[in-house]
């Protein structure tokens, strides 16, 4: 990811924009358009990736702030608004609930400073998510949060592009961040899944047109991969399973979709 000073450039695709034009949004370029028509070649249900993580931060924030009774949410790589965001899932169970969302798109931090305007309850700090240290530290991330008192730390679809640009890897980025959490804290992340059965080829096709094309890296990691991102927590029921199993709101009245079965979740408690 840029840094947060970079200005908008048309002519690079950027992950927020694209996850924009998958779910159907207006805040994209025709570079982003591209990838999504790219992508959309080698596996034309690749938007279910989008739709899927979307539906599962809406039920993970819901459970957070219903049945958790969380009241603090730090949302990594917000990336830009759309329907439901996190502070109006939660703030719609209890009103007082604190976001700080963390992001270093340009577009995404003008968006998001609009959309909270007059919300002093939610707002949003420029920095880079896989800079744990430095975004922990962030007078912004301190100043809204009360780190004596338990945290939701939501990284939703973002490790996976984690580019691997110095000797951390995506296990160590966690830890930097479980390891500030104060007790009593949740964990929830998403992440692109390869199966490891008859859909790893669907899982390889859209890893090479989306995350490459748009990063020149990132991966679809095994089940095995991802339990080591939540470092030995203690998992919430059904534990790490594929988004769409994750407290679904209903029967499911057709068989997920290749894509549906290539992005998993799961969400963590820290005693």
Same mark, same amino acid.
């Given at each position: ?5 970079? @200005? ?24 982003? #358009? ?5 992508? @959309? &070649? ?6 279910? !990736?989008?739709? +899927?993580?979307?539906?599962?931060? *809406? #039920? ?10 969380? *009241?603090?949410? $730090?949302?990594?790589?917000?990336? /830009? ?6 502070? @109006? ?25 609009? $959309? $909270? ?17 430095? /975004? !922990? ?7 809204? /949060?009360?780190?004596? +008192? ?8 973002? $490790?996976?592009?984690?580019?691997? +640009?110095?000797?951390?890897? #995506? &296990? ?32 390889? &096709? ?19 991969? !991802? ?25 499911? !009245? ?8 290539? *992005? ?5 408690? &820290?005693?």
């Amino acid at each position: 990811m840029s840094s947060a000073t970079t @200005q908008i450039d048309p002519t690079k695709p950027s992950i927020a924009r694209v996850y924009d034009a998958f779910l159907g949004g207006t805040d994209n370029y025709e570079v982003d #358009r591209e990838v999504v028509r790219s992508v @959309q &070649k080698a596996a034309p249900e690749a938007a279910d !990736l989008a739709v +899927e993580n979307r539906a599962f931060l *809406i #039920r993970v924030c819901r459970f957070l702030a219903g049945q958790a009774g969380i *009241i603090q949410y $730090l949302d990594c790589g917000s990336g /830009l608004p759309t329907a439901e965001n996190t502070h @109006q899932v939660v703030q719609r169970v209890n009103p007082g609930a604190r976001v700080v969302y963390v992001d270093n798109d340009p577009l995404v931090l003008a968006h998001s400073r609009a $959309l $909270l305007d007059g919300n002093e309850s939610a707002v949003i700090a420029a920095e880079d998510i896989f800079e744990p240290e430095r /975004l !922990l530290g962030s007078e912004v991330v301190r100043a809204h /949060l009360d780190w004596d +008192e338990p945290i939701a730390l939501l990284h939703m679809g973002t $490790l996976h592009h984690y580019n691997g +640009e110095d000797t951390r890897t #995506r &296990k160590d980025i966690m830890r930097a961040y479980l390891e500030a959490l104060p007790p009593g804290s949740y964990v929830a992340i998403s992440h692109f899944l390869d199966p490891e059965d008859e859909y790893s080829a669907t899982a390889r &096709k859209m890893e090479d047109m989306f995350l490459h094309s748009m990063m020149g890296s990132g991966t679809f990691s095994a089940r095995a991969e !991802l339990e080591e991102l939540f470092n030995g927590l203690e998992m919430v029921d059904p534990g790490l399973v594929r988004c769409a199993d994750w407290w679904p709101d209903g029967p499911r !009245l057709r068989p997920l979709s290749s894509a549906q079965r290539c *992005i998993a979740g799961g969400v963590a408690h &820290k005693p």
